[in-house]
């Protein structure tokens, strides 16, 4: 069964793919908290190792006693050490796990995100992933994990003596508060931080694609001065969290040391009231040690913990919003006959119409061409005769099946669309014509000489196997826009959408789309062609002229462009009332 990802009802699968994901987890996450028991009781080593070498070795003179000892200890130290390498391997699987399963889903939200909420492109889901990979995978997590051990080693400290109980619960408590106040005061200004800093890098990114106009129109030092003013915000807040953050790590610095020292003094005084040995004097602040580092190195680490607490409510608020995923039976490959009925569409967040009650119907191999002046909506109608957007009112059917409840993947096999901004995908002339699947080499050249690039592409320095870069950098417009149009009539699709493809070709160029379409009209596929050069009609059957989002006119060709061609009557003149 086909799973496809379309609005609909969200309800269902709110937050689900993120709770599966970690549910998937819980046997990693069991073997863990087995292997950091073990960890913690083995930690105790040093300490009774300690105490045993002071209370008995020492006293008794025994070398087979520390020999002993020392065998037992280097024992339990070995076991300590590969239970902590086990421990981080699983720590990094259950990273490496997160982001197979979840990691298609947010890239597959970043894209019909674009499309179905109009939000802006973006792959932050992805960048947050990464950052919550990396923390629970990295040493940042471990304290965490240890943390539950701890009243485990201060009811150790009470049992070598009360007032050294008292005093390591009492650092303990007071390590706590600080790890609380830390979070308090640093919380507010990290979330600004992340917000100026994901807007700067918007900016960066924003200038990178549009290098061309940035540079020819001396626009660069305004732009750097946009992204600056959000990078100097994100590092004031920044700046102000690390100057209160390291207050508060100053302070745990300090009270650590204290408390070091501290319990020293009260061990060596409780051992000249011979209340305590010299053996256990050393291995409460050992054990002491030990018990507070957890609450340490998390006020150290907090920053990273706040950082990936944040990307894990991203990350679920962004799946919470994810349309539906509904199973849908795979459908035979449709003749191309387009039927729109009633279609009504505004852009998300926008209650005016950008289309109102268009109908029209195309039968297999017929082609029409939109036309009409700038902004009256013809790539958004296009858009919605290939699935991408879904109508507010009425349905677009493709031999009788709503387009958008049609598995886009099933549907993208038998739609061919050149978009009007061309964007070819990092990877080889043959991996953009075949649509990043494999084919045979027949079909990608009978696709590249349908479009007429075949030759051009023999003259690339590597032919269909060279490397065109990020978005077809290394090729000119025209370049690209032939093979986008190779791209578009790959596999014989049904329904072709084509939207202003003269744009960037020459007389060549031209003269091969022509005789693309014809080609396209004798295959039986339904070709939709966005037009502004008049060049382009001759070619076609139908024309519908839009004009402000609704239907002015459509027919056969020679009688709309009859109508168009028409003189209009004189207005009368208005009266003069100066």
């Known amino acids: 069964m086909a799973t496809k ?79 902590d390498v086990a421990r981080g391997r699983v ?23 674009a499309l179905d909420r109009g939000a802006s492109p973006s792959v932050q889901g992805l960048r947050d992933l990464t950052t919550l990979r990396v923390f629970l995978s990295g040493p940042t997590m471990f304290p965490i994990m240890d943390a539950p051990w701890t009243p485990v080693f201060l009811i150790v400290i009470f049992l070598l003596h009360p007032w050294l109980g008292w005093l390591s619960l009492a650092g303990a408590v007071v390590l706590f508060l600080l790890a609380l106040l830390n979070d308090r005061i640093t919380r507010s200004a990290l979330h600004r931080a992340g917000g100026a800093s994901m807007q700067a890098l918007q900016v960066a990114e924003t200038a990178v694609q549009n290098a061309d106009v940035v540079e020819a129109m001396g626009m660069r030092s305004r732009v750097v001065d946009r992204w600056r003013k959000a990078n100097d915000q994100a590092m004031l807040e920044q700046s102000v969290a690390s100057r209160r953050g390291g207050i508060i790590t100053g302070m745990t610095k300090f009270l ?15 051992v ?39 990307a894990y409510g991203r990350i679920r608020a962004l799946l919470a919003v994810l349309p539906e995923a509904v199973e849908t039976m795979p459908l035979p490959a449709p003749e191309g006959r387009l039927q729109v009925e009633g279609v009504s569409y505004s852009h998300p967040g926008m209650d005016k119409l950008m289309l109102r009650n268009i109908n029209f119907s195309l039968e297999p191999g017929e082609t029409l061409a939109l036309i009409g002046p700038s902004a009256s909506g013809k790539t958004t109608l296009g858009r919605l005769l290939i699935g991408n957007y879904a109508p507010r009112a009425g349905h677009v059917r493709l031999d009788g099946m709503d387009v958008n409840k049609w598995n886009s993947e099933d549907l993208g096999a038998h739609i061919g669309y050149l978009p009007q901004d061309v964007e070819l995908l990092g990877g080889s002339v043959r991996d953009n014509i075949t649509r990043m699947r494999d084919a045979e080499p027949d079909e990608v050249v009978v696709a590249a000489q349908l479009a007429g690039v075949h030759g051009m592409i023999l003259r690339l320095p590597e032919g269909y196997d060279t490397q065109i870069g ?13 093979i986008a149009l190779a791209r578009a009539v790959f596999g014989d699709p049904r329904l072709v959408l084509l939207d202003e ?21 004798k295959r039986g596929a339904t070709t939709v062609v966005v037009a502004h050069r008049a060049s382009i009609l001759r070619s076609v059957d139908k024309v519908l002229v839009l004009r402000d989002g609704a239907v002015q006119m459509v027919g056969p060709r020679d009688e709309i462009l009859a109508k168009l061609s028409a003189p209009r009557p004189a207005q009368p003149a208005e009266a003069d009332n100066g």
Not at 15 to 25: H, K, M, Y
Not at 262 to 269: E, K, Q, Y
Not at 279 to 305: E, F, K, N, Y
Not at 471 to 477: E, F, H, I, P, V
């Open 5 to 83: 990802m379309r609005s609909g009802t969200m309800a269902a699968i709110k937050n689900t793919t993120l709770e599966v994901a970690f549910r998937g987890c819980r046997g990693a996450f069991a073997a863990i908290l087995l292997f950091s028991m073990f960890i913690n009781v083995l930690m105790l080593t040093g300490s009774i190792y300690m105490l045993q070498v002071y209370d008995r070795v020492l006293i008794s003179r025994s070398t087979e006693t520390l020999i002993l000892l020392t065998v037992i200890a280097a024992i339990a130290l070995l076991a300590l050490a590969l239970l």
């Open 91 to 113: 720590m990094v699987v259950i990273g490496e796990w997160l982001d197979r399963r979840l990691g298609s889903v947010l890239l597959g939200g970043g894209i019909t995100g």
């Open 256 to 270: 650590r040391q204290f408390l070091q020292v501290g319990i020293l003094g009260v061990g060596a005084w409780l």
């Open 272 to 310: 000249i009231l011979n209340e305590l040995s010299p053996g256990s004097m050393i291995a409460g602040s050992i054990l002491m040690g030990r018990a507070l580092a957890p609450v340490d190195q998390a006020v150290g680490a907090w920053r990273s913990a706040i950082s990936a607490r944040e």
């Open 470 to 482: 990020p978005g077809g950098g290394a090729l000119s417009g025209g370049e690209r826009q032939r």
């Open 501 to 521: 493809p003269n744009a960037n070709l020459d007389n060549d160029g031209e003269q091969a789309l022509l005789n693309a379409i014809d080609v396209l009209k």
